[in-house]
Nanobody
Framework: QVQLVESGGGLVQAGGSLRLSCVAS????????MGWYRQAPGKQRELVATITSVANTNYADSVKGRFTISRDNAKNTVYLQMNSLKPEDTAVYYC???????????????WGQGTQVTVST
C-alpha cells in the first residue's frame, strides 16, 4: 500500500505564491511519474504538471511559466511551486503518483486526499 500526504494549500491573494508538497510512503520500489492535478467546483479534474524520475516535466498550458514542479527522490516527495496565482487557479489540488510496489513490482496509481487552494481577487 502507498500513502500520500499533501500539504501547503491555503488562501492567497491574486499575484501571490504557494508551495505544495506531497510525500509518498509505504511499499514503494519506484515512483514514476509524480504529478499534480486539480479540480475546480463544477469542473473535471485536470492535469497541472508531472515530473518523471529523470526530471522530465510536463505542464498544462494554463500554468506554464507560473508553476514549477520538482521532486526529491531521496525523500519520495514532489513539490509544486505556484507563482503569480490567479483566481482561476482556485481548486482542490491532488497529488498523483504512479510506480511499482516494492516486493511484487506490480504497478500502482495513488492519489492524495487533496488540498484546497483559494486565490482571492
Amino acid at each position: 500500500q502507498v500513502q500520500l500526504v499533501e500539504s501547503g494549500g491555503g488562501l492567497v491573494q491574486a499575484g501571490g505564491s504557494l508551495r505544495l508538497s506531497c510525500v509518498a510512503s509505504g511499499n514503494i520500489f519506484s515512483l514514476d511519474p509524480m504529478g499534480w492535478y486539480r479540480q475546480a467546483p463544477g469542473k473535471q479534474r485536470e492535469l497541472v504538471a508531472t515530473i518523471t524520475s529523470v526530471a522530465n516535466t510536463n505542464y498544462a498550458d494554463s500554468v506554464k511559466g507560473r508553476f514549477t514542479i520538482s521532486r526529491d527522490n531521496a525523500k519520495n516527495t514532489v513539490y509544486l511551486q505556484m507563482n503569480s496565482l490567479k483566481p482561476e487557479d482556485t481548486a482542490v489540488y491532488y497529488c498523483n503518483v504512479k510506480g511499482l510496489y516494492k516486493y511484487s513490482r506490480l504497478p500502482f496509481n495513488a492519489w492524495g486526499q487533496g488540498t484546497q487552494v483559494t486565490v482571492s481577487t
